[in-house]
Structures are given as C-alpha cells and as structure tokens.
Nanobody
Framework: QVQLVESGGGLVQAGDSLRLSCVVS????????MGWFRQAPGKDREFVAA????????YYADSVKGRFTISRDYARDTLYLEMSSLRLEDTAAYFC????????????????WGQGTQVTVSS
C-alpha cells in the first residue's frame, strides 16, 4: 500500500504562485509514475503533470505547460507541483496519484490517490 497526503492549497489571486506538496509513504517501490490531476466542480478529473522515475521524464498538460513544474524529492519522499502565473481556470481540487507505469495522462494508470487539496484562484 501507498499513502499520499497533499498539502499547500489555498486561496490566491490571479498571477500568483503556489507550491503543492504530496508526501509519499508505504510501498514507495510502486510509485514509478507519479502525477497530479485536478477536478473542478461539475467536470471530469483532468491530467495536469506527471513524472516517471524509470525514464526520468516529465509530462504536462498543454494548459499548464510553461507555468507548472513537477518534481520529486526522494530524500523527503515528496512530490511537488510548483504553480506560477495562476489563472482563474486553474481553480480546482488537486490530487496526487501514484502507479507503476502506463499512460501517464490517464487516471486509470494510477493505483493510489491522495485526498486532494483545494486551489482557488480569484481575480
């Protein structure tokens, strides 16, 4: 089992920056692929960013490319999502997810999910 606990969400203004954290514990050998997803009210959960340890690659949704950065600190067992130039449309609950591999943009790839942290961007 893997446990994921997100933090760092909050209320910010458009243009601000925010850093989300996801602490990973448990069977971390099952976390070769880690990602961030988000879900706004009334919408499907959508891919934001992912990191694969084996290939050492990062992936981003077009909507966040150039503004968000995903990274993993193995010493602290923590996954980060650095968000800058936040927009109103970035408002959503953000979820950390972990899995062994597969299509990184698909929620079905991920076995473990955190409870989410809310990000609200105001004008």
């Amino acid at each position: 089992q893997v446990q994921l606990v997100e933090s760092g969400g909050g209320l910010v203004q458009a243009g601000d920056s925010l850093r989300l954290s996801c602490v990973v514990s448990g069977r971390t050998s099952s976390t070769n692929t880690m990602g961030w997803f988000r879900q706004a009210p009334g919408k499907d959960r959508e891919f934001v960013a992912a990191f694969t340890w084996i290939r050492g690659r990062t992936y981003y949704a077009d909507s966040v490319k150039g503004r968000f950065t995903i990274s993993r600190d193995y010493a602290r067992d923590t996954l980060y999502l650095e968000m800058s130039s936040l927009r109103l449309e970035d408002t959503a609950a953000y979820f950390c997810a972990a899995g062994d591999g597969g299509v990184v943009t698909s929620p079905q790839t991920y076995t473990y999910w955190g409870q989410g942290t809310q990000v609200t961007v105001s004008s």
